[in-house]
């Protein structure tokens, strides 16, 4: 199966800093990548989908400003979460789907293994 | 918000046993998905059904889909303490570009005791 990585596993960092976490492609090249934010005990919520060479598109309640992601290439998306603070703490997991280049069902997502953050 | 209602939130069983979950969902859809999760790690996608299918299996799963109740079940049969995880139903009804968005139930943690 299509393998997606994520960098880093695990970040703490202090309030007001801004941290920086990518989402990898491995061995396939995905059009569309989502990202998804999970607090403990619940469910993953879509924060924003990105599409290669377009600006990404946010869900309601989701700040673009605060949360900036780039789709640069078919196999790498970021997504930098700005001036971080405290309830910005959470699990943030990206997916790649529309894989460029390959007939394959329309619904398929390959999840990355997910980046922690916490914010001091 | 959410899509999808899942219940248990949580079930606990003995090793053998077999594990039953389900989802329901309000909008209509193209198809469901089965997740699974384990602790602080990524998702492993397990089953999809699409929306003229009614069962399907695959190998100790089962999951059900009845459009008309907007529901699903997931069954696991034979269950094993590393069948422990937290499951997830999903469903796409909107696409972005050239894939389909996931809206991801509240999800059940399943607990399998040895």
């Known amino acids: 199966g299509a393998v997606v990585s994520q960098h880093p596993s695990r970040v703490i960092c202090k309030s007001g800093t801004s941290v920086k976490i990518e989402c990898r492609s491995l061995?396939?090249?995905?059009?569309?990548m989502f990202w998804y934010r999970q607090f403990p005990k619940q469910s993953l919520m879509l924060m924003a989908t990105?599409?290669?060479?377009?600006?990404?598109?946010?869900e309601q309640g989701v700040e673009k400003d605060k949360f900036l992601i780039n789709h640069a290439s078919l196999t790498l998306s970021t997504l930098t979460v700005t001036s971080a603070h405290p309830e910005d703490s959470s699990f943030y997991i990206c997916?790649?789907?529309?894989?460029?280049?390959?007939?394959?069902?329309?619904?398929?997502?390959?999840f990355g293994p997910g980046t922690r953050l916490t914010v001091l | 918000s959410q899509q999808g209602e899942e219940d248990p939130q949580a079930l606990s069983i003995q090793e053998g046993e077999n594990a039953t979950m389900n989802c329901s969902y309000k909008?209509?859809?193209?198809?469901l998905q089965w997740y699974r999760q384990n602790s602080g790690r990524g998702l492993v996608h397990l089953i999809l059904?699409?929306?003229?299918?009614r069962e399907k299996h695959s190998g100790r799963l089962r999951v059900t889909l009845d459009t008309s109740k907007k529901s699903s079940s997931l069954l696991i049969t034979a269950s094993r303490a590393a069948d422990t995880a937290s499951y997830f139903c999903?469903?796409?009804?909107?696409?972005?570009?050239?894939?389909?968005?996931?809206?991801f139930g509240s999800g059940t943690q399943l607990t399998v005791l040895p």
């Open positions: 997916s790649a789907g529309g894989l460029a280049g390959r007939v394959i069902s329309y619904n398929e997502q390959f």
């Open positions: 061995d396939f090249q995905a059009t569309t």
């Open positions: 990105s599409n290669e060479g377009s600006k990404a598109t946010y």
């Open positions: 909008t209509s859809i193209n198809n």
């Open positions: 059904i699409r929306s003229n299918e």
């Open positions: 999903a469903t796409d009804a909107r696409s972005s570009g050239s894939a389909r968005q996931l809206t």
